[in-house]
């Protein structure tokens, strides 16, 4: 139906937003001959949507020239390769199990001290909507925080699903201009997983926000991240009648243990002061159970 419908439209006139809509139809069918032309043609109509079509246009050149659109998934995979055969097209995708993908496995009990600190920022708050847009990660070894080369990862990443709307610019200070040339998030992922290793993830909130989107990255890069979280919001409520604190977000809590932040919602910054919370809290602990 889809190419039923693509083949009646592109003989009738369209406006720019139809032209894009079926640019990314040809796009994801691989026929980015097509597909460019509606792009450069949405683009010499539609002046508003400059930088969204201009977008397009560099996701498309990059595919053409062998970053392939795939689907997600044993059963789109198989209807993609019946649908791109039917267009006489022959594509082999490559295969994969639910046991290559991500799982998140939480750790609850606290007490180690060699771990990885991480945080993400992103478009939003959707994982299957919204992309990562910045990826950061330090190594903290029997509870010393060490901000060198060889102990941090941190890198931009471009938004692969949509741009960064101008509420979530104003938050993170992440603008579209600084993401525009980054990798894109299967290049930065594979980095990322070798950095960390098998030591496990410790953030903030990542149990029901971080995680989630690191699973999508594991499935759009085909590659599983099997590492065990710990969510230090959830270490957090241990303390309610030690801290008083209003709410449990990082900026409040970090505030709470006179740990600064020097830059709050960035990736690298955020995962620091993670840490920093997490080791003042265990220390919190310590000391509690010692005066017992």
Do not use: W
Request: hydrophobic residues 35%; negative net charge.
């Amino acid at each position: 139906k889809a190419e039923e419908y693509a083949q009646k439209l592109i003989n009738q006139e369209l406006n720019a937003r139809m032209m894009i809509a079926l640019g990314e139809y040809f796009e994801i069918t691989r026929r980015y001959k097509e597909s460019l032309e509606l792009f450069n043609k949405a683009l010499e109509l539609e002046e508003d949507l400059k930088d969204k079509i201009e977008t397009k246009i560099l996701e498309c050149e990059k595919r053409k020239t062998g970053k392939e659109y795939l689907p997600l998934g044993e059963e789109n995979r198989k209807v993609y390769e019946r649908f791109m055969k039917s267009l006489n097209k022959e594509i082999i995708l490559p295969q994969n199990t639910k046991m290559e993908y991500s799982y998140t496995k939480e750790i609850k009990k606290a007490g180690f001290k060699t771990f990885i600190a991480f945080d993400l920022e992103t478009t939003g708050l959707d994982p299957l909507q919204d992309s990562i847009t910045e990826i950061a990660a330090i190594k903290v070894i029997d509870g010393k925080i060490i901000e060198t080369k060889d102990f941090i990862f941190s890198e931009l990443v471009h938004p692969h699903k949509k741009q960064i709307p101008p509420e979530v610019e104003q938050i993170t200070g992440i603008t579209n201009e600084m993401v525009e040339d980054a990798r894109e998030i299967d290049e930065v992922f594979s980095d990322f997983l070798n950095f960390i290793e098998d030591y496990i993830l410790l953030g903030y909130n990542c149990i029901n926000f971080d995680s989630k989107f690191l699973m999508q990255a594991s499935k759009i890069s085909n590659k599983g991240i099997k590492n065990s979280y710990f969510d230090v919001m959830y270490y957090v409520s241990k303390f309610k009648t030690t801290l008083h604190y209003e709410n449990k977000t990082l900026a409040c809590i970090s505030n709470h243990l006179g740990i600064v932040n020097p830059k709050a919602h960035r990736a690298l910054a955020d995962a620091i002061t993670t840490a920093n919370v997490y080791l003042s809290l265990l220390e919190l602990e310590e000391e509690s159970l010692a005066s017992i």
